[in-house]
């Protein structure tokens, strides 16, 4: 079967780094997306990785390899307002998006 | 642009009623997708159409129907609502079904079976 997982929570204090892991089994690999999710609104998109290596946008950096299954999204210099659910998704073979169950991140003060 | 929008944005049915849940995009983009949201699960597809007047089943279409007339808009139809089907409904849509092409999201749809 397809699987993906991802810890259910992490805890961060506003200013630090945090890396939230995301590691895969699908039935092919087209890609892996990692979307941002506030509680009550809809999933965004933040980054898409097909190559390995890391892939760098802002504060936020996404990771791949694609050998281990593995991807992580860096967050840098953290905020409150990145206080919200991360969602790591790979492209499957069918070209339709498997999603893991999010990771929660709280910052605190 | 407006995006994605969906309608309605709250719902409360009673078990075996029917309702349609729409959804418009303004991107003129092919390729439009219905999810549910589940509380401890990733978002699983429901159903999704690759272009005006195609549709295809996804990972839990039962108990679902959809429609897609215009390339613009996709239908979500419950038939006859069950307990089962109280979830968060987001429709997506991106140009096409390759990697670089991103999905965007309406801003959900909260139904309540009772």
């Known amino acids: 079967g397809q699987n993906i997982d991802q810890p259910t929570e992490m805890t961060a204090t506003e200013g630090a780094i945090v890396q939230i892991n995301c590691t895969y089994q699908t039935s092919g690999f087209n890609g892996l997306f990692w979307y941002q999710q506030h509680a009550g609104e809809a999933p965004t998109f933040l980054s898409y990785n097909v190559l390995d290596g890391l892939e760098e946008k802002g504060r936020f950096s996404s990771f791949l390899s694609r050998s281990k299954g593995y991807s992580y999204l860096l967050l840098k210099e953290l905020q409150m307002k990145d206080s919200a659910s991360y969602l790591c998704?790979?492209?499957?073979?069918?070209?339709?998006?498997?999603w893991g169950a999010g990771t929660k991140l709280i910052i605190k003060p | 642009n407006a995006g994605v929008t969906q309608t309605p944005k709250f719902r409360v049915l009673k078990t075996g009623q029917s309702m349609t849940l729409l959804c418009a995009q303004d991107m003129n983009h092919e390729y439009m997708y219905w999810y549910r949201q589940d509380p401890g699960m990733g978002l699983r597809l429901i159903h999704y159409?690759?272009?005006?007047?195609?549709?295809a089943k996804g990972e839990v279409p039962d108990g679902y129907n959809v429609s897609r007339l215009k390339k613009q808009n996709f239908l979500l139809g419950l038939e006859s609502a069950a307990p089962s089907q109280t979830s968060v409904y987001f429709c997506?849509?991106?140009?096409?079904?390759?990697?670089?092409?991103?999905?965007?999201f309406g801003p959900g749809t909260r139904l309540t079976v009772l």
């Open positions: 998704a790979v492209l499957d073979s069918n070209y339709q998006l498997i």
């Open positions: 159409s690759v272009g005006e007047g195609t549709t």
């Open positions: 997506a849509s991106s140009r096409d079904s390759s990697g670089v092409n991103e999905q965007f």
